[in-house]
Structure formats: C-alpha cells, structure tokens
C-alpha cells in the first residue's frame, strides 16, 4: 500500500492509503448508503465516471464472487471508504477486495475522514474530484480536477450497456413445456444491471437485448409483447436520440421503465430532468406508493430526477421519495407505462418492489392475447 490524495473541486482535499490501480483518475464524487453489496455497487453501470464513497466504515470484509457481479467490470473511477479491512472471509471462494479493484484498474482510497467528506457532500452538492498516487500537490491536482468532464451533459449511457443485440432465454418455469417462455420483451440497455435480466428471465421473459442506439424500429422487429428501458449513467438529457425512440414506442407496446430508463420515458412524454444536489445512493430509501400508501425500503442509485409537473394528462405519479418528496414513479394505464426511479431487481436488496415486474407481466397480458 502507499499514500493516495484526494482532491475535491472546491479545494478541499484528504491523503489517506491507496490500494488498487495506481495513477490518477477523476469523476464526480458520490456517496453510498449501503451496509453491503459493495460488489454489485462497484460493477452498477450507473456509476460509470463516478468516484463512490462508502459511509458504513468497514468495506470489503466478505471479500467478492464472480456471480456477484452485475456487470463484466467495474463502473466507478474510483471507490472510498473510512476502510478496507486487509482480510476478509466469506463462503464459496473468491477474491479480496484490493485484488479486485487492482486487476480491474480502479484505485481505492481510504484511511481519512469520511464522515466529513459526506457532511461537505451533503451541504455543498456533489462535485469533480479526483484521486491520485502520482500526484502530491493539491493544487496541482485540482487544476486537473477543473479540466475534467461535468456529470452535466455527459452521455454516458450511449456507451455503458451492449453495443450488440443479444437474446436472453427465459427460465424454466414449472408446468411448461420449451423454455417457458410467457412473454417476448425487448429491452434497450442503457448499462442494465444484470438482476434486471435474470428477474424477467425468471417471470417467463425471452428478452432481446438492444444497444442505447436502437430505433424503434429494431426494437419493435423483435414482435416483443412489451419494452423495458434500463438503468445507466449520465445525463438524461444529453440522449435525445434516445428520448425520440422511447417517444416513438409510446402507445405501441407496454413499457416499463427503471432508473435512467423512468427519466428518458419521462422526457418523451415531455416532462423535463434535473440534477439533484447529492443524488439517492444506498439500500435504505423510502418511497410511498401514492396509491394505497404503503411505504417500500428501495434500492437507489441516481443524480437526475424527472419534473412530475411536465407530465401530460393520462400520467399520475405512482410513487414518492419520504426524504424529499421527489418523484420516484408514476403510471400511465392509457399509454400502458410503468416507471419508477428506484431499483425493484434490489442487487443487493431490499426486495421490497419486486411485485412490479408481476405488473408489468399484467401490462403485457392485457395487450398480447395471452
């Protein structure tokens, strides 16, 4: 292990031990609430040109598995903790954290203050920052900290998910014959975690999986019985081409929306984004159902969120962040849409919301004839 420096866009800075990739790297940094699943966080698309700070102060004490991960490597520019425990023990096998971050060329940080770099997130708003074992001046590092990219603006998403289709075989499930398969869907992978996949392979879904880029025209060739729009990283409103497509499915095809996929059906249907101040990161959000009023522990992970005053008549919202009152879903039975902010696939958990992916399979039945 050697020293590393933190480098915050307002000046502020931190030294702590590096372990990981060596080098200097940079992104906005964010915080994560979650007590575990740092795995599936590390390898969560939607942090794709983040530096992540964990607030629980151990990280990586049960070491990671291969089958734990929700994409093939990891997202974040770089990952932060009060500490990373030297041994860890788990069940199965696997690999330590350090390895893990070193063997997939991300640096990790830790041993400093953390507790006041949340409380400075939490007051000022996520900013650039960036990390370096190089690096030993801060002014220095923060003038390069000044010429990296905004999280405004960025168009993440066109490049975190596939950039070839691929079909995903629905599970078998008991009392059918072939594959099981109930419903044929076509989801758009804006950098889609992997539980999203297995869930609706697991409902009785053949999925055809479409890059960011694909018309809607692609994606209706597949004859789906319904649309799903992952989650991913970036700005929603740096994807217009993929606002047009998602605005051309409306109406033809039930859709369900997660995440970035709730913003991007959001501004088709002409309702504007905008960026949080410190975003919703961690396993322990609640959200109401704005419905029957109950109130659901949600997995979260986004900075942008959708304007419910844009949203056109037909549209109601569904669900309610108890923080801060922002929009965490609505519903549209007319257009057949469903949307929601936060993670029902819940890897890591909770799985509170799990019973929206049986409303979308209810969507798609009452459309398809089956």
């Not at 609640?286 to 942008?304: E, M, R």
Request: charged share 20%.
């Amino acid at each position: 292990m050697s020293g590393g420096l933190l480098v915050l866009e307002d000046g502020t800075h931190f030294r702590g031990e590096s372990v990981g990739a060596p080098g200097t790297f940079f992104g906005e940094i964010v915080f994560n609430t979650s007590m575990t699943g740092y795995q599936e966080v590390l390898t969560d698309p939607s942090y794709r040109g983040q530096l992540v700070l964990m607030t629980t102060s151990h990280v990586g004490n049960y070491g990671g598995r291969a089958e734990e991960a929700e994409s093939p490597r990891i997202q974040p520019s770089g990952f932060l903790a009060r500490d990373f425990p030297r041994v860890w023990s788990g069940s199965g096998g696997g690999f330590g954290l350090a390895e893990y971050l070193a063997e997939g060329g991300v640096p990790g940080l830790f041993g400093f203050d953390t507790r006041s770099l949340v409380r400075r997130l939490r007051s000022l708003g996520v900013m650039r920052a960036g990390i370096s074992t190089e690096i030993d001046d801060p002014a220095e590092l923060k003038k390069k900290v000044e010429e990296s990219p905004q999280m405004e603006g960025s168009a993440l998403a066109r490049t975190a998910g596939t950039d070839a289709v691929y079909f995903s075989a629905a599970a078998q499930l008991p009392g059918t014959a072939g594959n099981g398969a109930r419903f044929r869907v076509s989801a758009i992978d804006y950098g889609m975690k992997r539980n999203l996949l297995r869930l609706l392979n697991g409902a009785g879904c053949d999925v055809t999986v479409f890059p960011a880029s694909a018309t809607a025209a692609d994606v209706l060739a597949a004859e789906p019985d319904g649309v799903f729009l992952s989650n991913g990283p970036g700005d929603p409103s740096a994807l217009p081409e993929c606002v047009e497509t998602v605005a051309s499915l409306v109406g033809q095809k039930p859709i369900f929306g997660v995440c970035l996929g709730h913003q991007i059906l959001g501004r088709a249907l002409g309702a504007d984004t905008f960026k949080l101040k410190f975003g919703h990161r961690g396993g322990n959000h609640p959200v109401q159902d704005a419905d029957g009023g109950a109130v659901a522990i949600t997995s979260q992970n986004h900075g942008f969120a959708v304007d419910p005053r844009g949203l056109p008549a037909g549209a109601r919202v569904s669900h309610v962040n108890l923080n801060d009152g922002t929009l965490e879903g609505f519903r549209d039975p007319g257009r057949r849409i469903l949307a929601v902010q936060f993670h029902p696939e819940g890897a890591p958990g909770p799985h509170d919301s799990r019973s929206l992916f049986p409303e979308f399979l209810a969507l798609m039945d009452s459309g398809a004839g089956h």
